[in-house]
């Protein structure tokens, strides 16, 4: 009888989870179609920018937002675990020299 009430709690918090995130992709859906249709603006939600000292920023445009976060650490440790574990990804970017 106790197992039941554990899993019924696992399943309660599992598809409460799963149906907040399919909330908040639509959130992010609706903003960019919304975006698109009454502005013309194609630029996706969220984007990746390399930069040429090595730096990797995110550039978020969603929800009148137009911010860069440093990301760096976060994108050298996936290019890590892609590379142990063999999974195809591309390469980060080697700094530029400054001419």
């Known amino acids: 009888m106790l197992t039941y009430f554990r899993s ?13 995130v399919v909330f908040v992709i639509g959130l992010f859906t609706v903003d960019a179609r919304g975006r698109q249709l ?12 390399y930069l040429p000292d090595g730096r990797a920023l995110l550039q978020v445009n969603a929800f009148s937002i137009d911010r860069r976060f440093n990301i760096t650490g976060p994108v050298k440790l996936w290019h890590f675990i892609a590379d142990f574990f063999c999974i195809p990804h591309a390469r980060f970017p080697a700094p530029q020299p400054a001419e």
Do not use: K, N, W
């Open 8 to 20: 019924r709690t696992f399943l309660a918090s599992f598809f409460i989870t799963l149906l907040l």
């Open 38 to 49: 009454s502005f013309g603006d194609t630029a996706p939600a969220f984007e990746v920018l």
